[in-house]
């Protein structure tokens, strides 16, 4: 392939992957808010946002709005094109680099590119969860919220790209976002193989969004641990003014010694039903758009 037909994919593989992006966060995040809400609450806090998600949701709405549900989306909103082009591109790219001599990509390949592109993709959309994570944090009305911008520009000048600032809780990013993707991409690529495709459209459509779903739920029940421990240090603190929650892999010792082990497990329900069908919605968009635009562009 010439320079310019490279080119011209890679194009398209982002086009796709941010399209991708866009339509996944429109529809579900209301889901990631319940997640969050849920994750950051615990342990002298109690349960300070509800104790199920009937419960949340009632809560919201009656002290904060019927759009409290949306909180924190210009960050996903203006991070998602580019955080889902970043994931689908890279894992494209990733993939020719572990084919390691072979004529078609392996279990194996899926696995690693699938990994590095969940690392790639977790280091550029941290600043965003910090903000976003803010954000749904934030107990007010929605139009009493504090923008994104301001936010932003506070953490900025507070604590700067460092492990205080836009960069709080990197590892634990990194681990959510490698961990899902490695198990995504991995299930969604080897286990379609094993399924022939329908002849009838809609049957097709049906094949892909079962395995995606599949793929979505599978890798949110596995990184969840990884996600609890990024909400708990980039959220609020139990106790104003001291520093709890600071890196990844202690932060989910303390979460467990303190609160259990399903403590490590808070949101599940909510990310399941956002990243189960979300998934599916991604790679469904994805392939679609990119398959569009292949014949379109």
Same mark, same amino acid.
């Given at each position: 392939? &010439?320079?310019?037909?490279?080119?011209?994919?890679?194009?398209?593989?982002?086009?796709?992957?941010?399209?991708?992006?866009?339509?996944?966060?429109?529809?579900?995040?209301?889901?990631?808010?319940?997640?969050?809400?849920?994750?950051?609450? =615990? *342990?002298?806090?109690?349960?300070?946002?509800?104790?199920?998600?009937?419960?949340?949701?009632?809560?919201?709405?009656?002290?904060?709005?019927?759009?409290?549900?949306?909180?924190?989306?210009? %960050? %996903?909103?203006?991070?998602?094109?580019?955080?889902?082009?970043?994931?689908?591109? &890279?894992?494209?790219?990733?993939?020719?680099?572990?084919?390691?001599?072979?004529?078609?990509?392996?279990?194996?390949?899926?696995?690693?590119?699938?990994?590095?592109?969940?690392?790639?993709?977790?280091?550029?959309?941290?600043?965003?969860?910090?903000?976003?994570?803010?954000?749904?944090?934030?107990?007010?009305?929605?139009?009493?919220?504090?923008?994104?911008?301001?936010?932003?520009?506070?953490?900025?000048?507070?604590?700067?790209? =460092?492990?205080?600032?836009?960069?709080?809780?990197?590892?634990?990013?990194?681990?959510?976002?490698?961990?899902?993707?490695?198990?995504?991409?991995?299930?969604?690529?080897?286990?379609?193989?094993?399924?022939?495709?329908?002849?009838?459209?809609?049957?097709?459509?049906?094949?892909?969004?079962?395995?995606?779903?599949? !793929?979505?739920?599978?890798?949110?029940?596995?990184?969840?641990?990884?996600?609890?421990?990024?909400?708990?240090?980039?959220?609020?603190?139990?106790?104003? *003014?001291?520093?709890?929650?600071?890196?990844?892999?202690?932060?989910?010792?303390?979460?467990?010694?303190?609160?259990?082990?399903? !403590?490590?497990?808070?949101?599940?329900?909510?990310?399941?039903?956002?990243? *189960?069908?979300?998934?599916?919605?991604?790679?469904?968009?994805?392939?679609?758009?990119?398959?569009?635009?292949?014949?379109?562009?």
């Amino acid at each position: 392939m &010439t320079v310019g037909g490279k080119m011209k994919e890679a194009g398209q593989q982002i086009a796709a992957g941010g399209s991708a992006g866009l339509v996944e966060v429109s529809l579900m995040h209301p889901l990631d808010v319940i997640k969050t809400r849920f994750q950051i609450q =615990g *342990g002298p806090q109690g349960e300070m946002y509800g104790t199920s998600m009937v419960d949340l949701v009632k809560k919201m709405y009656r002290t904060e709005g019927a759009l409290s549900v949306y909180k924190g989306i210009l %960050p %996903p909103i203006l991070a998602e094109t580019p955080k889902r082009a970043v994931k689908f591109f &890279t894992f494209e790219q990733y993939k020719s680099v572990f084919l390691f001599g072979a004529p078609s990509p392996t279990a194996l390949t899926f696995t690693l590119a699938g990994l590095c592109s969940g690392l790639t993709e977790g280091f550029i959309i941290n600043p965003f969860e910090v903000v976003k994570v803010r954000l749904q944090a934030e107990r007010l009305r929605f139009s009493q919220q504090t923008s994104a911008f301001t936010l932003a520009r506070s953490v900025f000048r507070e604590n700067g790209f =460092g492990r205080n600032g836009f960069y709080k809780g990197l590892t634990a990013t990194l681990g959510r976002h490698g961990v899902f993707n490695m198990i995504y991409f991995s299930f969604y690529h080897n286990i379609k193989q094993y399924f022939p495709e329908a002849k009838s459209p809609k049957l097709e459509f049906g094949r892909k969004f079962a395995i995606g779903l599949c !793929a979505g739920t599978l890798a949110s029940t596995i990184n969840i641990p990884f996600d609890v421990a990024k909400s708990r240090i980039q959220g609020p603190q139990p106790v104003p *003014g001291e520093v709890k929650y600071r890196t990844c892999f202690k932060t989910m010792k303390t979460v467990y010694a303190e609160e259990g082990f399903f !403590a490590l497990y808070k949101g599940l329900l909510p990310k399941i039903m956002r990243l *189960g069908p979300g998934g599916a919605i991604m790679l469904l968009v994805y392939e679609h758009a990119y398959d569009w635009l292949k014949h379109n562009t």
